[in-house]
Antibody, heavy 113, light 111 residues
């Protein structure tokens, strides 16, 4: 069955970078894009971006443009989301999803001094 | 960006009774390919979101048939025919027709 397993929680200082991984299994990785969504504590869902696992083309939320990069490694069926110059308001649970139909367990990224 | 507006934001429900959530978009969600990419998600407390409905009205596999989606253009609705205890959580609409994709604010369903 389809499974997306994300890397563990991270604590970072303001200005640092974080890279979250999302390992997919149970389907042909390059047949579906990967969507990233985040959720700040007690808040709603926010679309972060999407990457084509076939071409590597990506679309990002404008507010994160220049700070976020999504990549994939088709040899290991793993997607990555890197966020740089972290701010306090980047503290959130980051989810990956196969398009939108199957979701990872989430990765808590905490930005704290 | 397309703004998705849900109402109500809080929905007290009675078990066994119907419930309905509205979602309106700031522009038409009809794609150039003729499809309408409007999804509904359920998020139970402490869990990842789960997609219930895609393309307005198609239920995902395993989703109970008490959930139904309808609408067109800019106006969409998620209905629960008879609310069960396991339906408590937050429901989000999301449009995937236009970049960037955007979510509604969420509707908290509570008994």
């Amino acid at each position: 069955h389809v499974q997306l397993v994300q890397s563990g929680g991270e604590v970072k200082k303001p200005g640092a970078s974080v890279k979250v991984s999302c390992k997919a299994s149970g389907y042909t990785f390059t047949g579906y894009g990967i969507t990233w969504v985040r959720q700040a504590p007690g808040q709603g869902l926010e679309w972060v971006g999407w990457i084509s696992t076939y071409s590597g083309d990506a679309n990002y939320a404008q507010k994160l443009q220049g700070r976020v990069t999504m990549t994939t490694d088709t040899s290991t069926s793993t997607a990555y989301m890197e966020l740089r110059s972290l701010r306090y308001d980047d503290t959130a649970v980051y989810y990956c999803a196969r398009e939108t139909d199957s979701w990872g367990q989430g990765t808590l990224v905490t930005v704290s001094s | 960006d397309v703004v998705m507006t849900q109402s109500p934001l809080s929905l007290p429900v009675t078990l066994g009774q119907p419930a309905s959530i509205s979602c309106r978009s700031s522009q038409s969600l009809v794609s150039s390919d003729g499809n309408t990419y409007l999804n509904w998600f359920q998020q139970r407390p402490g869990q990842s979101p789960r997609r219930l409905i895609y393309e307005v009205s198609t239920r995902d596999s395993g989703v109970p048939d008490r959930f139904s989606g309808s609408g067109s253009g800019t106006d969409f609705t998620l209905k629960i025919s008879r609310v069960e205890a396991e339906d408590v959580g937050v429901y989000y609409c999301m449009q995937a027709t236009h970049w960037p994709q955007t979510f509604g604010q969420g509707t908290k369903v509570e008994s």
